[in-house]
């Protein structure tokens, strides 16, 4: 969603937004979890000359748990805040969005903040316990035997010794 901003630059005034997003196209370590349109809504206001941008962007992100590959889904939510210069002198400064000329692709702009918004390590719930290394049994369902004490006959003799 593209918007021209001519008039706010010039003059105080409101200018409200909210589109769908679709993200799908977006891969994510082999997996594209952005199945359902990203919705963005917000706002860009114009008070005594400073154009302030206000953007909101909720999605659902689909994607196998990094420990136990269970499917899973999540809703994120995120909200931003900037301002709209014509001139940035400090390039480093994310607070500042530079404009050049007088449309601004909001779409571009939520799009770039879902992307830096994606969780680096997905995890199906904040406790998952993965699966075992050995069985390959998903330990958040079941508990294997795999890493019971099992002693090698021939250091038997020493675990005597260390309980002593």
Do not use: H
Request: charged share 30%; aromatic share 10%.
């Amino acid at each position: 969603m593209v918007v021209n901003l001519s008039d706010l630059f010039v003059a105080d005034g409101n200018l409200p937004f909210e589109f769908s997003l679709d993200l799908s196209d977006l891969e994510f370590y082999g997996v594209y979890p952005l199945k359902t349109p990203t919705k963005v809504s917000g706002n860009i206001q114009s008070r005594a000359g400073i154009v302030t941008l206000q953007l909101k962007a909720e999605y659902l992100y689909s994607s196998p748990c990094d420990r136990c590959a269970t499917p899973a889904e999540r809703e994120y939510s995120l909200s931003i805040e900037r301002t709209l210069v014509r001139e940035l002198f400090d390039l480093d400064d994310e607070r500042f969005i530079q404009i050049d000329g007088d449309e601004l692709d909001l779409g571009e702009i939520a799009r770039t903040e879902v992307i830096l918004s994606v969780p680096g390590k997905f995890l199906c719930k904040p406790d998952c316990k993965g699966i075992c290394d050995r069985c390959g049994a998903n330990l958040n369902e079941t508990s294997c035997d795999c890493y019971k004490e099992k002693i090698d006959p021939r250091l038997a003799a020493l675990k005597d010794f260390f309980n002593e």
